[in-house]
């Protein structure tokens, strides 16, 4: 039994190195910036807070589950910025150390690499909604801190807009959100007009 728990706690520590991925959103309106672990948890509440708002019936578990192995691949492959140029390549390096945590012998989740697969490239329901909320909190935190990520990486309204456009056909009532708040942002200076 002690071994079993020796390899479980390993697994635990894997698992840890997520709260050292730094990312390029600041919490708190600006104090600092967020780690992935934390981003991962504040997705799988906002995603579940989200489903039992609205009509459908969503698989509560399942978003929850969607959400929270989301970021692991970052644990290797650190936070790609949301408007890097190497943001398509991501996903390589993500899913090799998806598949590396997962084959840790303290790993007792036999669908994780199945679930992170789901995020990544699924089109059910909930994949849909966690690609929205996923845009939607990086963005809010962009708000909040009143530009500050945007500022420093010389983020335009194109590429926001680019970035996030696929939230109109997903969510009309997000994405008029967003709209609302991009023209806020313009008009403070958060964000270049072009």
Known sequence: MLDRID???????QLDALKGVERRSYVNGGVR?????????????????????????YDIELLIKLALV???GEIDAGDTFLYSNSR??????????????ANNEGN????????????ETGQSKETRLLKVIDRMLPF?????SKGKAWIENDVSVDQV??????????????YAWFLRQIELA?????????
């Not at 390549?89 to 090799?96: F, L, S, V, Y």
């Not at 007792?108 to 995020?119: A, F, K, M, N, T």
């Not at 809010?140 to 909040?144: K, T």
């Open 7 to 13: 390899k479980f706690a390993d697994f635990l520590l």
């Open 33 to 57: 910036l967020e780690n992935s672990a934390e981003h991962s948890w504040h997705l799988a509440m906002a995603c579940w807070s989200f489903a039992e708002m609205l009509d459908e019936d």
């Open 161 to 174: 807009l680019k970035m996030n456009g696929f939230i109109e056909q997903e969510n009309p009532e997000i």
């Open 70 to 72: 989301h970021d692991i």
């Open 140 to 144: 809010l935190l962009n708000v909040a």
């Open 88 to 101: 398509s390549d991501a996903h390589i390096e993500e899913r090799k150390c998806i598949a590396r945590i």
């Open 108 to 119: 007792s989740i036999d669908d994780l690499q199945e679930l992170w697969e789901e995020q």
């Open 186 to 194: 313009v008009e403070q200076g958060w964000l270049k007009s072009s």
